[in-house]
């Protein structure tokens, strides 16, 4: 039996499965009520996001006053929480595009929660300059549009307008991008459906599916397409939120590696969140023979590859610092490692730099329990990296006498609380409702590193790896 | 399935009919396909649970021209947004920030970008949904139950009086089919 599965691969979906199987095991969940599990972390989670609804709602009638900002320190958590998010988001673009791109065919089990956790972060995200704006009613301005206040147009020179192309450009090509996946499950769900309400819903959402090769054709050209497209943009996205910083000329931001160690950042943040949530799901949902340690494993592989650029790019802030002999450079890395806020920067090194290196060991990446404890301190690491940029660039600027603390009110965090109730619950809702693994695709991986004759097999079987060999027949084309 | 609705509501071509093989297994299925178009009958289409690698070729299909839809929507975005910022911050509203000249290119490019992709992403999916016929809640026309699940139904269509369902019922017996059935449009 062995002799028949491949010496070469592992297959990426354990447990034998038939397609049928898959359909079953991923659309189970769906079918049945929700459990006990589930109603109660959602309601937590709803509860949470209920509290920073209405800290947002207060902050939103007294002004942003609300926060614990003054005059020297203009940006705390609100853009901490901002870039948290938006790098949070990066993982599932990469996992869906970059990992297409090269081929990477365990990506199938984890790409839709992945692209689904990618959304949910973005939206999270954007809450936060929405807010800053101060009259959010009116974010619409930063829109380039026809208008009657000149025409006033935006600034095309300002980073922060950038940052308002990049994020929604980039929110608007994940959602096209994720839904593309889900049209053929959507199909599978319809076809599934006993009540007629049900049919009907999944009859809009799956745009007439039919299973055509004509139309997968294109649609895989498009698919492509559109990973080709959103590779160049993930990389864009992080590389803008670090210029509003890098353009500026505040000594700790004014650097040129800030692009790909944002983006670097970005990444290595989005996999441990990525992992923090798929052990959950793998187990609560049980789908370990789909997100298998094979896949835990490759995701720590990439984490350790991040966490070396970010840890190597610490390394240069500080190097830079010295040699570039400016006073006020080296001030401000001396004044991060040693001075007030020392705590956030050796949390941030310890977390990003220091316990990923634990992966080296494959004993370690293949022992759940403490990958998931590592993710949860590197989710931690990169919030605090942000705090560490942001805060002690700011808070002693070049005059002393303006020299000040900063610390987080009770509103900020509740709000920044409230952005991970929100996180939650639609992620919840999104295993609810959604197939969690992208059925089509992992169906098309079935056959991965298992023997498949090229020729007639012994049909009918159900199971396509249990083999037995036989001969190839001769073909014989009819005229 | 276009040509089914194209049946149903001009009345034209009432006599369309398919020979359809059902299958479980993608080798299989390609293999059949290919041999079928290569015996000189006329494959419909082939219905299959995911995307089958080397389908597409067995049935005879190009690649897709939707990469130079993509190509075209990119260039769009890409003079749009140029043609945008030179005459927004160039000639409408020049604004002087630091003494740079109005039309200042290098600091354009970040949102020139965005709006390539931008245009290139949402261009050649609605493309793929014209072209393709996909829309919300467009009714299917599935040829098997199956077909979004495990089966695979290869459908040829009965264009001319040589056409020798015996022969071919033969041929896809060898890869295992599981049923044959025939369909013309009133059943579909």
Redesign the interface.
């Given at each position: 039996m062995s002799s028949l599965l491949s010496v070469l691969r592992k297959p990426i979906v354990e447990g034998n499965k038939?397609?049928?199987d898959v359909?079953d095991d991923v659309i189970r969940p769906l079918e049945q009520k929700p459990t006990k599990l589930w109603w109660i972390s959602f309601l937590l989670a709803f509860s949470v996001l209920v509290v920073g609804g209405v800290a947002v709602a207060y902050q939103i009638k007294m002004g942003i006053g609300t926060w614990g900002l003054n005059k020297t320190v203009g940006w705390g958590f609100d853009i901490t929480n901002f870039v948290f998010w938006v790098g949070i988001g990066h993982a599932g673009t990469l996992i869906s595009a970059i990992l297409f791109l090269v081929r990477q065919r365990w990506r199938t089990s984890i790409s839709r929660s992945a692209e689904a956790m990618t959304i949910i972060a973005v939206i999270c995200a954007g809450i936060f300059p929405i807010i800053h704006m101060g009259r959010p009613w009116l974010f619409f301005w930063i829109a380039?549009y026809p208008n009657f206040r000149?025409?006033?147009?935006?600034?095309?020179?300002s980073?922060l307008?950038?940052d308002f192309?990049?994020i929604s450009?980039y929110f608007?090509?994940s959602l096209?991008?994720w839904y593309?996946g889900l049209?053929?499950d959507m199909?599978?769900l319809?076809?599934?459906a006993k009540s007629k309400i049900k049919k009907a819903i999944y009859?809009?959402?799956?745009?007439?599916?039919?299973?055509?090769?004509?139309?997968?054709?294109?649609?895989?050209?498009?698919y492509m397409?559109?990973a080709a497209?959103?590779t160049?943009?993930v990389l864009?996205v992080h590389s803008?939120v670090s210029?509003d910083f890098a353009t500026s000329v505040i000594p700790g931001w004014h650097t040129t590696i800030f692009p790909p160690y944002f983006v670097a950042g970005a990444v290595f943040s989005g996999f441990a969140m990525v992992l923090t949530l798929m052990i959950i799901a793998r187990k609560v949902m049980n789908y370990t023979e789909y997100i298998t340690l094979d896949h835990i494993e490759k995701m720590c592989k990439v984490i350790i590859v991040t966490s070396g650029i970010v840890g190597i790019a610490y390394a240069t802030e500080m190097f830079m610092a010295w040699y570039s002999v400016n006073e006020y450079e080296r001030f401000v890395f001396i004044n991060r490692a040693m001075g007030p806020y020392a705590w956030s920067y050796w949390i941030m090194v310890g977390c990003n730099v220091l316990i990923s290196q634990l992966f080296w060991f494959r004993r370690l990446r293949r022992t759940v329990w403490f990958v998931f404890l590592a993710s949860i301190f590197i989710n931690v690491g990169m919030w605090f990296e942000r705090f560490v940029i942001i805060v002690t660039s700011l808070h002693r600027d070049f005059l002393p006498s303006s020299w000040a603390m900063y610390s987080p009110t009770l509103i900020e965090l509740a709000t920044l609380a409230g952005s991970f109730g929100l996180f939650f619950t639609a992620f919840l809702l999104f295993a609810r409702f959604i197939p969690f693994i992208a059925i089509?695709?992992v169906?098309?991986v079935l056959?991965y590193g298992k023997h498949?004759?090229?020729?007639?097999?012994?049909?009918?079987s159900e199971k396509?790896s249990v083999l037995v060999k036989r001969e190839p027949?001769e073909?014989e084309?009819?005229? | 399935?276009r040509d089914l609705w194209k049946a149903n509501t001009t009345g034209d071509m009432m006599d369309r009919r398919y020979f359809l093989g059902v299958f479980?297994?993608?080798?299989?299925v390609v293999?059949a396909t290919r041999?079928t178009r290569?015996?000189g009958y006329d494959i419909h289409?082939?219905?299959?649970?995911?995307?089958?690698?080397g389908?597409?070729e067995a049935?005879g299909?190009k690649?897709?021209r939707?990469?130079w839809v993509?190509l075209a929507f990119a260039f769009l975005g890409c003079a749009a947004a140029l043609i945008?910022?030179f005459w927004?911050?160039g000639v409408?509203?020049p604004?002087n920030?630091g003494g740079?000249p109005f039309n200042?290119l290098p600091?354009?490019l970040?949102?020139l970008?965005?709006?390539i992709?931008?245009f290139?992403?949402?261009g050649?999916?609605f493309t793929?949904?014209i072209?393709?016929?996909?829309?919300?809640?467009?009714?299917?026309?599935?040829?098997d139950?199956g077909?979004?699940?495990?089966r695979f139904?290869l459908a040829v269509e009965e264009k001319d009086a040589g056409f020798d369902i015996a022969?071919i019922t033969?041929?896809w017996e060898?890869?295992?089919v599981?049923e044959t059935k025939q369909l013309s449009e009133a059943v579909a």
């Open positions: 038939s397609l049928r359909s380039p000149g025409p006033l147009w935006v600034n095309f020179r980073p307008l950038w192309f990049a450009t608007t090509i096209v991008f593309l049209i053929p199909a599978t319809r076809d599934r009859r809009v959402m799956s745009f007439g599916w039919n299973g055509s090769t004509r139309t997968w054709n294109r649609y895989e050209t498009v397409l559109l497209l959103a160049p943009l864009s803008i210029m089509a695709e169906k098309g056959s498949v004759e090229k020729w007639p097999q012994n049909g009918g396509p027949q073909t084309r009819p005229v | 399935m479980d297994d993608e080798n299989n293999e041999l290569e015996s289409d082939v219905y299959t649970p995911y995307a089958v690698h389908l597409p049935m299909l690649r897709s939707l990469t993509c945008a910022q927004i911050a409408d509203w604004v920030v740079r200042s600091a354009y970040p949102v970008f965005e709006c992709v931008l290139g992403g949402l050649v999916l793929l949904f072209r393709a016929k996909l829309f919300p809640g467009k009714q299917e026309q599935l040829f139950p077909i979004t699940d495990d139904v022969a033969r041929l060898r890869y295992h599981l």
